[in-house]
């Protein structure tokens, strides 16, 4: 297919089956051009890392930027799959996304914001709060991330850790769950120099991990580490809107000093009648005294279901368990494809992957 001259406008892209559609420059990634125009594409790194973008291209023709093949292999793109935040439109371009629904997102604002509080959670995680300016509230789906805007303009993306309703009570701000990463140029500051009252620069949300309200299936949550707290945002929000779902949540840790608010969730089970919680180490050591679940959190879910194919599952942590539970699940356990959900925690380091 001969790619066609933009119009000034740019390409037309079209995103089956929701009918949705928009327009892409030539200099800009379909991605970027969703996001700009308020079209809920699904996506999590922006880097070419992570896959959660990744989509059936119907028909037109892209060129792929530089992404990694983990997000998208060489057979994936000869069968047409793309990568959203790294493709360009040369043509009119047809995606198939199921991801994608009519609910309007919300506008992307950069903004100020005030260091509230920072609470040691365990050795190396801090509860990170943040002061929104006065009079400008943030609207986001529970689940969605912030990236801070660092002074040499590099960027950190982090889940926020709470609903939106939870901002009207005094004192909360924007919630954080941050894991100190060894010579990490934003967590060692944090762990470190970082004050109350300091200032610092946001810009958000971003993100498509969000609760589906409108499908009534159980739900499996999976976290790995500090990947609980987009799934702390899920269950406040579905505390507040009623949604009795029954809902299993597992949280996957090296040690138990690594499921850092382990009470908190232990005292949901009380009002929320439909959760069930697996906390699940993998590393213990005598001294822990663990007596719960070992092994792999993402192994623990397969265990316990044999058959996920009316379930949804929304997964967020690291990468390898992300990926790994994304594979079983839809391999061996049934799940649909788009009805698993992710956010997977792409470091600097990953994205510094071949």
Known sequence: MTSAAPSEAGFHITVEPSGRHFTAHADETILAAGIRQGIGLPYGCKDGACGSCKCKKLSGTVTLGLHQSKALSNEEELAGFVL????????????????????????????????????????DVVMLRLQLPAGEPLQFHAGQYIEFILRDGTRRSYSMANAPHTLLEPGTGIELHIRHLPDGKFTDHVFGAMKEKEILRIEGPY????????????????ASGTGFAPIKALLEHMKLKGIERPATMYWGGRRPEDLYMDDWVRAQLAVMPNLRYVPVVSNAVPEDNWRGRTGFVHRAVMEDFSDLSGYQVYACGAPIVVDSAKRDYVAERGLPEDEFFADAFTTEADKALP
């Open 84 to 123: 959203t935040c790294c493709a360009r439109a040369e043509s009119d371009v047809v995606l198939e996304s199921r991801q994608v629904t009519e609910a309007g997102a919300f506008p992307i604002r950069k903004m100020p914001v005030r260091v509230l509080a920072l609470t040691r959670q365990s050795h």
């Open 207 to 222: 993100g498509s991990f969000f609760l589906r309200e409108e499908s009534d299936k159980p739900l499996v949550l999976l």
